[in-house]
Nanobody, 124 residues
Framework: QVQLVESGGGSVQAGGSLRLSCAAS????????MGWFRQSPGKEREFVAR????????YYTDFVKGRFTISRDNVKNTMYLQMDSLKPEDTGVYFC?????????????????WGQGTQVTVFS
């Protein structure tokens, strides 16, 4: 079981940037697909971004394309989500997650290990 701990959330004005980190322990993330999801007030958890275990298959949900960047550092065993040009509708709790290689897609149920989440608040 991979343990995940997110950090980097906070409050930022619209148009600003935040960088979320997700530190993993227990297993190396180099063998896992990884994903970022978010949950906004009153809404279900939704897919944000995903990176395959080998870094060759990255995709984003439409509402963050061109603004968010998912990445990983296998040496540090840490995943990242760089969020630029933030909008108030990006507000929510952001979760990182991992899935065995080849199994992680856009559905939360495909990911077996989750972090506790970090709050992102974007004010106008």
């Amino acid at each position: 079981q991979v343990q995940l701990v997110e950090s980097g959330g906070g409050s930022v004005q619209a148009g600003g940037s935040l960088r979320l980190s997700c530190a993993a322990s227990g297993h190396t993330i180099g063998r896992y697909d990884m994903g970022w999801f978010r949950q906004s007030p009153g809404k279900e958890r939704e897919f944000v971004a995903r990176d395959s275990w080998n870094g060759r298959n990255i995709y984003y949900t439409d509402f963050v394309k061109g603004r968010f960047t998912i990445s990983r550092d296998n040496v540090k065993n840490t995943m990242y989500l760089q969020m630029d040009s933030l909008k108030p509708e990006d507000t929510g709790v952001y979760f990182c997650a991992v899935a065995p290689m080849g199994q992680g897609g856009t559905l939360a149920g495909q990911f077996g290990s989750w972090g506790q989440g970090t709050q992102v608040t974007v004010f106008s």
